[in-house]
């Protein structure tokens, strides 16, 4: 068996080595070739690969046609929307991604975020960067324990954004089409249309998973993500 793990150049880690390692122990015969997109021998060794590991590379029929002994995909992260599975399902390659990664990263993240904003840190970096130190610099604002956040997609990520902020004193509302109204309240969390939560919301955050349907800016729902 022949791996292939690649990525665009600039996506690309610095040491595969964990990676390999793990390959070698569950598929000891196994040959683990790292190769960037892009380069003059990637599509040869695509031609080779009975398996490659991606995180970014946009997978669709114009590669899958180059990739002829390929049988599966995994894709080093948790989404999978630069993957076109229908052509995956042509070509018989099955499709293997990490379930749970980085939920509480993200989580902390979109918090760490919201607090700067809310706090203005970027507009007090500004004036210190050119030597004015001022707190009258920026508007004061409420503590956000005074604050009403919306969160656009309630998966995992959405769950756990909406505890670390309900920790801070938010009352949080939660727009998902497939969540539960029984769902969100377990979560102590609101359930509302996007209508009521942008009346609502003081801060909005936005983990909605990329479907077709959230790419209609201004339609049926608010922002691509």
């Known amino acids: 068996m022949r791996v292939l793990i690649s990525d665009y150049k600039e996506q690309m880690e610095a040491d595969y080595s964990l990676t390999i390692h793990k390959l070698k122990e569950l598929l000891p015969d196994c040959e683990v070739v790292v190769e960037p997109y892009g380069t003059k021998t990637f599509f040869s060794e695509l031609e080779k690969a009975d398996g490659m590991i ?21 894709q080093n992260s948790a989404g999978y929307s630069n993957v076109d599975l229908k052509a995956l399902e042509k070509h018989s390659v099955a499709l293997c991604h990490i379930r749970e990664y980085c939920t509480r990263e993200v989580a902390e993240h979109a918090i760490s975020l919201m607090l700067a904003l809310n706090h203005n840190l ?3 970096d500004e004036s210190v960067q050119s030597n004015v130190w001022s707190y009258q610099i920026a508007p004061a604002e409420r503590t956000i324990n005074h604050k009403t956040l919306a969160i656009f997609g309630f ?3 959405g769950r756990q954004t909406a505890s670390l902020a309900q920790a801070l004193g938010m009352q949080v509302l939660a727009v998902d089409p497939y969540v539960s109204k029984e769902d969100a309240a377990q979560c102590k969390v609101d359930l509302c249309d996007n209508e009521e939560a942008l009346k609502k919301a003081d801060i909005i955050i936005n983990h909605m998973a990329l479907r077709s349907e959230e790419r209609r800016v201004g339609k049926e729902c608010v922002c691509e993500c």
Do not use: H, N, Q, R
């Open 155 to 157: 998966g995992k990520i």
């Open 122 to 124: 970027k507009k007090y």
């Open 54 to 74: 991606t995180a970014f590379l946009l997978v669709e029929e114009d590669l899958l046609l180059k990739a002829p002994k390929l049988k599966c995909i995994s």
